[in-house]
Each structure stands twice: as C-alpha cells, then as structure tokens.
C-alpha cells in the first residue's frame, strides 16, 4: 500500500475518527484504523462494533493495499506533521511509514485481515434530509441525555415520526431534566421510536459540523441501525433494543409566570456563580423578584458568588434551587443568544425553558431543594 495525500487534508479524517476506535473495547484490534487503498480511493475506517465511520478521500499515486494503525498514535502523529504532502506506504513486514518534508514516522501496523467487517455499513440509505435542521435537533436534546453508560434507555437519544405532522420528533433525559425538539422533516420515516445511543449521537453531530455536510444529506433506518452517509463518509450507529421511559407527564402544563432573560447575559451569571460550586449535587439559588434575577452560590471550600441580571417579570417574589450545570447545558444547546423564555410554577415544581423563535424545542429542568 503506498498513496500521496495533504496532510490537511488527512488530520482532519482522523481526527473525525478516532474518538470512534474504542480503547476500552475487548478486541484490541479495534483501537485501530484500517486503511485501504483502492483504485485511488483511500478508506479509513474506525469502529468498535457499536458505532461505525468509514470515511473516504482520493489520493496520489497510490497503490491498493491495506493495514490497521493505532488510531491514537496514527492520529497524534498526523497532527504534529507540518502542513505539506504526506507519503504514506507499508514496509518491513506491516510496518507503516510516513514521511512529510523533513519528517519521517515508522508505525508499528497489524494485518488487515484481523480486523473484523464492520456492522451495518453496508446497508441503504433511502431518504434525503436537511442537514442543518437534523443537526439543531441533536444539538438541541443530546445535552440532557444520561452520560451513564448502564441506564442504556437514558444514556441515548429517542426519535420518532409523527405522521400527521409529517414531522420528526427527538427527546433526551437523564431523569433530571428534559429535552425535546420537534422539526418538520418529511422524508425520514420512523414506524417505531428508535433509541439512538449517546456516543452514536455526539459523532453524528461531529460529522454534520462541517459545513459542507449542512445540506442535504441520505440517511436510513433499519430495526437495527441508523445509518447516515455524506458525499465523502458513512456513520452506522447501532441502535438501543429498550423501550423509552414515558415522558409526557414531566412536561408542565397549566398557569404559569412567564420570566424572559437574555440568553447571554444569562449564561454569563451561571459561569461566574458556577465557579464557588464544587459539589455536584448542590444548587445555586435563583431568586426572581421584579425586573432581577438573583443567582447566587456558596461552598465552604471556595467561598460565595452573586450575580445580578435583568429580566421581564410580573409575578410574585419566587426562590427557587436549580443545578447551574444543567442551566448552562441548556442555554450553550440554544445558542446562547437573542430571548430566553422560562416559565415558572413555584419553587419545587418543573420548569420549562425555551427560545420564542423555536417553540418546538424545550427543555424541563427539575428544581433542587436548597439550604
């Protein structure tokens, strides 16, 4: 195998990859790369047999062949390489050298043949959707969605169809807050919710990051796989076999007092107060009282933070507890700009956020008692 690629061009693959190959997987095989070389096509694909990305680009004088790397190694050293052509080739028995300019890197490789046929990367894709909006959507649930691995029916992402109003629906929670979003996206077809794993989600996001794939982009659904395919890659996420906890009931309803808060300023208060709290399961204290919003924080370790912002409110003197973290995840989902909407229900009730200029994406956050 030999071939000639910028190395711009080149980090940026990897990169993209190597969160991917999983270094905590029972096959050690799959901390690695496999690179392939055909007719002038490279393939780099990275997997761990739950989430799969094979990722594609045309190179120079090449020559068919392939290898698997270390991805970290491989990845690191690609990175440091100045910004020029890289050569790329196999010596010595599996042994894979890169040269750029003044530098040269011998990689310790393994056969290509070890490493096993990915999942559900060969399967169709059968509809063509809105980039951008698919990838708001993400960014706009995954921050509630569990980072524990064991809750496998938290620890993901549910999307579903709602055919009457040919629209697609995501919701994400972790048993403490929620989040949903609803977009009009026609094509894509769910019959059932699937459960889309978290770790599947955040590489999604990844790939649709590059504006390039921000526009359309095919995607497919089968009883076992959610798989999406740019012009130049293909992301095969293995789906959770769980059922979703049900939801509908943590959404308040009814009578409400309607607070509205620029979103910046905002996010900047909850950085500041966030900085005395070292406790994960304390609170800051969010007082509302006219046009101010009082957060404050303490810790006997690091000392009191107290925040001032403006807003628009007409109810009575409310105190109420919130984990400042989930505030902060919530407001960065959004995009930390323009108006934010909270309505509040009293001091040990959910409390609902949203922007005015998408209805259809909300989050819930579960007030905290506080000293």
């Not at 270094?23 to 989430?51: C, H, Q, W």
């Not at 990915?118 to 993400?138: C, V």
């Amino acid at each position: 195998m030999k071939f000639l690629i910028p190395q711009v061009s080149l980090s940026k693959i990897v990169n993209l990859g190597q969160s991917v190959a999983d270094k905590r997987n029972t096959m050690p095989i799959l901390y690695n790369f496999k690179l392939e070389v055909f007719d002038g096509l490279l393939k780099i694909i990275a997997s761990d047999l739950e989430v799969t990305l094979v990722q594609q680009i045309n190179v120079s004088e090449a020559q068919n062949g392939a290898i698997a790397v270390n991805a970290k190694t491989f990845t690191e050293g690609i990175n440091e390489l100045p910004e020029g052509l890289v050569s790329i080739q196999v010596i010595d028995r599996n042994r894979l050298l890169v040269e750029c300019e003044s530098t040269s890197l011998k990689f310790v490789g393994y056969s290509a043949n070890e490493y096993p046929t990915p999942p559900g990367i060969d399967l169709f894709t059968s509809s063509l959707i809105d980039g951008k909006r698919f990838e708001q959507m993400l960014r706009k649930t995954i921050f509630a969605a569990s980072v524990d691995e064991t809750r496998f029916n938290l620890n993901a992402v549910c999307m579903v169809s709602l055919k009457d109003e040919n629209s697609l629906k995501m919701v994400a929670t972790d048993g403490y807050r929620l989040a949903v979003a609803i977009q009009n996206i026609e094509d894509l077809q769910i019959l059932e919710q699937i459960l889309v794993p978290r770790k599947g989600i955040i590489e999604l996001r990844k790939l649709l990051g590059d504006e390039i794939n921000k526009k359309d982009i095919k995607i497919g659904v089968t009883k076992e796989f959610l798989i999406l395919e740019t012009p130049d890659a293909k992301l095969a996420i293995r789906l959770i076999d769980s059922e979703f906890p049900e939801y509908q009931q943590a959404i308040p309803q009814g009578q409400c007092e309607l607070v509205v808060v620029d979103a910046t300023l905002f996010s900047n208060a909850l950085r500041r107060v966030s900085l005395v709290i070292t406790d994960k399961g304390k609170g800051a204290k969010f007082h509302f009282e006219g046009n101010t919003l009082l957060l404050s924080a303490s810790s006997a370790e690091l000392g009191d933070a107290e925040d001032e912002v403006p807003i628009n409110y007409s109810g009575a003197p409310l105190t109420i507890g919130f984990n400042a973290r989930y505030l902060s995840d919530l407001v960065q989902a959004y995009g930390e700009t323009g108006p934010l909407h909270i309505e509040l229900r009293g001091p040990f009730a959910a409390t609902k956020f949203f922007s005015p200029d998408d209805q259809n994406a909300f989050g819930i956050v579960m007030p905290m008692r506080i000293d």
